[in-house]
């Protein structure tokens, strides 16, 4: 059973970093393509960023993620993560990693429905 564990989130001030992790299990980590989308208040899933299977060469990004965000995985360790720097209120949702899926096209995927139970990202002064 896949089980993916989002953690690291928390209240920012803007222009700040966090750094979030998932960790995953209940499948072969190194062997799928992993995400990251995100779901402001009263929005649905928007596609944050995604990363390749086993050493993870490709890395696609949103445009309002690049040059702040960036996507990295550690397949000892079945995590991903994103390092999220610059942060502003409008990077206020709850942030999901996913892993891709069998008909799931690369990148753009994870945002049919939330994986984990996500982790709360709050950029307010």
């Known amino acids: 059973q896949v089980q993916l564990v989002e953690s690291g989130g928390g209240l920012v001030q803007p222009g700040g970093s966090l750094t979030l992790s998932c960790v995953a299990s209940?499948?072969?980590?190194?062997?799928?393509?992993m995400s990251w989308v995100r779901q402001a208040p009263g929005k649905g899933l928007e596609w944050v960023s995604a990363?390749?299977?086993?050493?993870?060469?490709?890395?696609d990004y949103a445009d309002f993620a690049k040059g702040r965000f960036t996507i990295s995985r550690d397949n000892a360790k079945n995590t991903v993560y994103l390092r999220m720097n610059s942060l502003q209120p409008e990077d206020t949702a709850v942030y999901y990693c996913?892993?891709?899926?069998?008909?799931?096209?690369?990148?753009?995927?994870?945002?049919?429905?939330?994986r984990g139970q996500g982790t709360q990202v709050t950029v307010s002064s």
């Open positions: 996913a892993n891709r899926e069998d008909g799931e096209k690369y990148p753009y995927f994870g945002t049919r429905r939330p």
């Open positions: 209940g499948f072969t980590f190194a062997t799928r393509a």
């Open positions: 990363i390749s299977a086993n050493s993870g060469n490709n890395r």
